[in-house]
Every structure is written in C-alpha cells, then in structure tokens.
T-cell receptor, first 112, second 112 residues
Framework: KAGVTQTPRYLIKTRGQQVTLSCSPI?????VSWYQQTPGQGLQFLFE???????NKGNFPGRFSGRQFSNSRSEMNVSTLELGDSALYLC???????????FGQGTRLTVV | GQQLNQSPQSMFIQEGEDVSMNCTSS?????WLWYKQDPGEGPVLLIA?????ELTSNGRLTAQFGTTRKDSFLNISASIPSDVGIYFC????????????FGQGTRLTINP
C-alpha cells in the first residue's frame, strides 16, 4: 500500500505570492490533516478534512485554507505569503475511527 | 499554540545505552502517539497508546500512557546508530478528531 504522498517536495516562492500544496492520503483513508513545522514553533495543527468537509481548524490566519476532493485527496493554499510562512508542511491521513496518523514526507516551502 | 512539555530536548549517548524521554501536559489526553523524524522526512509512527496505564512495546521501544492521562514516556533499549533522529510525542485532546498536539521533540545523538 502506498504511503501518504505530498507534492511538490520543495518550493520557493516570493513574498506576496500564493501557493498550493497537494496531498494524496493512503488508500482507504478519508481523513486528512495538515501541520506546519518550524524550528521555533514545532509542529502546529492547521486543519483536518473528512469527506470533503473541514472538521477542525488550528490557530492560523485566514490566509491558510484547504479543501478535500471526493477521492480524499487534499490541497492546502496559502495566500499573500509572508517570510514567516517558510516551513515544512506535513500532511497526515488516518482511517475513520482510528487515531493513528500517518505522515507524508512534507513540502518544504521557502518564502524569499 | 498549546504544546506538550517534552524532555530532554537533546540526548548524547553511547551505542548500546538505554534511552528514556517523557512528555507532560496540564491537559488530559485520550491518546498518546510517539513518532520519530529523520532529517528531511515526515514523522514516522512508532507506538500508539489508548488507555491510562497502558504499556506497549515495539521491538526495543516501550512506551507508557501515564495513569493521570497527562503524561507519557518512551524508552529505547540497547540503542543502535539508526535510532538517531528526533522523537516527538503527540496527544489527542478530542476523541474522534485528528487535532494532535505535539511536544517540542527530543534530538537523539549516538556516539558509536
């Protein structure tokens, strides 16, 4: 079974631009969550999607948004990028009713 | 955002030694998860704990869910070079939700 796949692996964007990151969960997993990892703040929860609906949201500004498609694939969008948005963005998927979250390799976003 | 207090922040040990790390919180958690992250990769799930007092092993790894539900520890016995990495604890506050709260991580370095 393939693991969680995130694309792209690396991204460099300019301040003020927007970016879209993609996540394909493990086959059969309908829940997808996104996390931001930075050296200063560690791993912070962004949001969770299940059956195309956002179920939980972390404490991030509205510039961070996401969506989930009918095949459970998810995208995350960050608009009006700031230097502080530079981070490793991680996607995790899990089976319905199960807590165990499986992470992808992440997308390393650098904002210059 | 809310974080778990994970200690120690870093450890420098000799190959073959045992390792112990723990996480504490002021909040009660339903589930504790332990992850290992290698450079440039996403966290890999090591052990999941679901009940207060539960003790679970995975090879040389042993983890326990504290009886107060506010703490957990991870032990690694007879460390080997491939154990090098950053270990994270994560707690689930809300049953059924994927919103995990992470510790700051313990960086393990092993001298051969």
């Amino acid at each position: 079974k393939a693991g969680v796949t995130q694309t792209p692996r690396y991204l460099i964007k300019t301040r003020g631009q927007q970016v879209t990151l993609s996540c394909s969960p493990i086959s059969g997993h309908r829940s997808v969550s996104w996390y931001q990892q930075t050296p200063g703040q560690g791993l912070q929860f962004l949001f969770e999607y299940f059956s195309e609906t956002q179920r939980n949201k972390g404490n991030f500004p509205g510039r961070f948004s996401g969506r989930q498609f009918s095949n459970s694939r998810s995208e995350m969008n960050v608009s009006t990028l700031e230097l502080g948005d530079s981070a490793l963005y991680l996607c995790a998927s899990r089976q319905t009713g199960n807590t165990e979250a499986f992470f992808g390799q992440g997308t390393r976003l650098t904002v210059v | 955002g809310q974080q778990l207090n994970q200690s120690p922040q870093s450890m420098f040990i000799q190959e073959g030694e045992d390792v112990s790390m723990n996480c504490t919180s002021s909040s009660i958690f339903n589930t504790w998860l332990w992850y290992k992250q290698d450079p440039g990769e996403g966290p890999v799930l090591l052990i999941a704990l679901y009940k207060a007092g539960e003790l679970t092993s995975n090879g040389r790894l042993t983890a326990q869910f504290g009886t107060t539900r506010k703490d957990s520890f991870l032990n690694i016995s007879a460390s080997i070079p491939s154990d090098v990495g950053i270990y994270f604890c994560a707690g689930q506050l809300i049953q059924g939700a994927q919103k995990l709260v992470f510790g700051q991580g313990t960086r393990l370095t092993i001298n051969p």
